[in-house]
Structure formats: C-alpha cells, structure tokens
C-alpha cells in the first residue's frame, strides 16, 4: 500500500454494461489501485461495497514517507484533473499511468462523475424521442471508435517506447544545484534527439539536447524548482526521420 505499507488485496468489481477487472484494495487504510483507465470504470455501488470491506484500525495507520508505486516503485505525484472536483487529489505514477485513490477522494470522484452525468441526461431531454433512439445509437458508435483508437494507440505507444528504450543504453540524471540537473545518455545508433519535462504532464516543455545524428547526448536543465519531483521523455530521430519516445522517467532536484 503506498499509503500505510499495507499488503493489499486482490478484489473483482463489476462495471454497469456486467464487464469485470480486477484492483489492488488495502483492507487497513482503505485506498485502492487503478491501473490505467480503471478508475473510470467502476461504478459508485462498487466503490460502496469495496468500502465496506474495508477495517479501519481504531488508531490511524502511520503514513509512508514516500508513497511508491506498486506495481514499478516509482514515486508517485499528485495529479489533479478536469474530470476531478476541486479539492480531490489522487496520486499517479509517472511511469504507468496508474492512480491510487484514498476512499474518500475516490467516493467524491465517483459521487461527482455520477452527478455530472445525470446533469448531461437532464439536459438532453428537450427531445425526447430522438434521444430515445439516435444518442443511444451514437453513443455505442462512439464508445466503438474510441475503444479500437485506445487500443490501436496503446499498441503503438508501446512499441514506440520499447524501440526507443532498446536504443538508449543508460541514462543519468546528476542533480547539480537546487535549480539545475545534467542528464547523459548514449544511444546504439546515431539519432537526434530531444527531452519533454515538466513537474506534470500538463506542464511539459521540450528542448533540444542534440540537432545532429549522434551517439553520445548531454543536456543542463536549468531554471528547475529545487527539492521538486521533475518527470521526463527521451524523444529520438533515426536517419530516415522515424521518431521514438521513451516512457516516463524521473528525477528529483537538489533542496
């Protein structure tokens, strides 16, 4: 449990169309693990039942110093979202997108999704019988097209980060003051190549390390917030204009 070090606990939950997955509960804080896009598809009843599974001990558990990914040990970082109500927080790793939500914030997240389609149904009766038969029918088509373009992209993604990977053969991240890092890396082939950073993935920004095809890539950053949590992208360019992006890395500045 990245919260209280807990063991957690392997649960089923059911989505409302009768489709099953599996999340990682911990039964002593009540948080619970979502791997990418999970945390979507739980309904409200399910969050209720999952809760009360949960024992609360009758003295708080003590909080993890560092909340770390479970599933690859990252660290985790606070990520706020659009779709999220104001003053909910939910933590997310950098590397595989999977999000930990305490009970609470995971009963207001799913509260506030609830609320906000049954405001879109309300206001989308104004025709009742087109609404009847067409934005059903609209709807699956969308859902459809959606599915096939998340998977396409997720397939893509992922090959695009394993080729960019098996290119580089190390990176290293030195922390050089509060305010500056110096990242090194090497690549098997000659590419150009990039790096997109940010303390989040909505504040990201990109420069270039090297214009020319080149094997040995060196970057300052400078400007950096000290003792802050920073995520980063490699991005490479092969001699025939073929671009690679590595998964998420990250590095930590100086206090």
């Not at 990245?2 to 489709?19: I, M």
């Not at 739980?42 to 609360?56: D, G, M, Q």
């Not at 001990?57 to 970082?77: A, G, I, T």
């Not at 992209?153 to 990176?171: D, F």
Request: proline share 5%; net charge positive; with cysteine.
């Amino acid at each position: 449990c990245p919260t209280c070090g807990n063991l957690l606990q392997k649960l089923s939950v059911t989505t409302n169309s009768n489709g099953k997955f599996d999340v990682d509960h911990c039964g002593r804080c009540g948080g619970t693990w979502f791997d990418p896009y999970e945390i979507n598809r739980i309904p409200y009843h399910e969050v209720s039942r999952i809760a009360k599974l949960t024992v609360l001990p009758q003295k708080s558990p003590s909080e993890q110093l560092f909340h770390k990914c479970p599933r690859c040990h990252k660290d985790l970082v606070s990520s706020h979202y659009e779709s999220v109500p104001k003053g909910v927080s939910m933590l997310r790793c950098s590397k595989c997108g999977g999000i930990w939500a305490t009970q609470k914030a995971l009963t207001e997240f799913k509260i506030h999704q609830e609320d906000t389609i049954t405001e879109y149904k309300t206001g989308n009766t104004a025709f009742p019988s087109l609404s009847v038969v067409f934005v059903p029918a609209v709807f699956v088509l969308m859902l459809l097209f959606v599915t096939f373009t998340t998977i396409a992209t997720l397939q893509q993604s992922s090959e695009n980060r394993t080729k960019a990977e098996n290119t580089i053969s190390g990176i290293t991240t030195l922390p050089i003051s509060p305010t500056s890092v110096s990242i090194i890396f090497q690549t098997k082939s000659a590419v150009k190549s990039n790096i997109s950073y940010g303390v989040d993935l909505f504040s990201m920004q990109t420069k270039t390390i090297n214009q020319e095809l080149s094997t040995n890539h060196h970057i300052l950053l400078t400007g950096l917030y000290p003792k802050t949590l920073y995520i980063f992208k490699i991005i490479l360019t092969d001699e025939k204009g073929r671009i690679y992006t590595t998964g998420e890395n990250s590095f930590i500045t100086k206090p």
